[in-house]
């Protein structure tokens, strides 16, 4: 089992900058893959970012250049940070963990709460 929380959340400015964070605790065997998704009302939740191993790293066309995923082994967190930030960046932020990396959210097990993000 994973128990994941999530922090950071807030509001930017258009072209500002926020950072994300995702600690998890509990059993460690499936948190190999640590991703973070959103999702605004109405919408399906979207891959963002994931990272695999704390090494191998994808991006969602959208923010590729803006946004990067980092890992911090030994605090068992994982990062999110958001540079030059857009309107549409705007949603919840969730974070998700399993053993393997999916671009679904049916191919992650556990789920954070989710932090809400908003850019004006």
């Known amino acids: 089992q994973v128990q994941l929380v999530e922090s950071g959340g807030g509001s930017a400015q258009a072209g500002g900058s926020l950072t994300l964070s995702c600690t998890a605790s509990g059993y460690t065997y499936s948190r190999d893959c640590m991703g973070w998704f959103r999702q605004v009302s109405g919408k399906e939740r979207e891959l963002v970012a994931n990272i695999y191993t704390g090494h191998v790293t994808y991006y969602t066309d959208s923010v590729k250049g803006r946004f990067t995923i980092s890992q911090d082994n030994a605090k068992n967190t994982v990062y999110l940070q958001m540079n030059s930030l857009k309107p549409e960046d705007t949603a919840m932020y969730y974070c998700?963990?399993?053993?393997?990396?999916?671009?679904?959210?049916?191919?992650?097990?556990?789920w954070g709460q989710g932090t809400q993000v908003t850019v004006s």
């Open positions: 998700a963990a399993d053993s393997f990396c999916s671009a679904v959210p049916a191919g992650f097990l556990y």
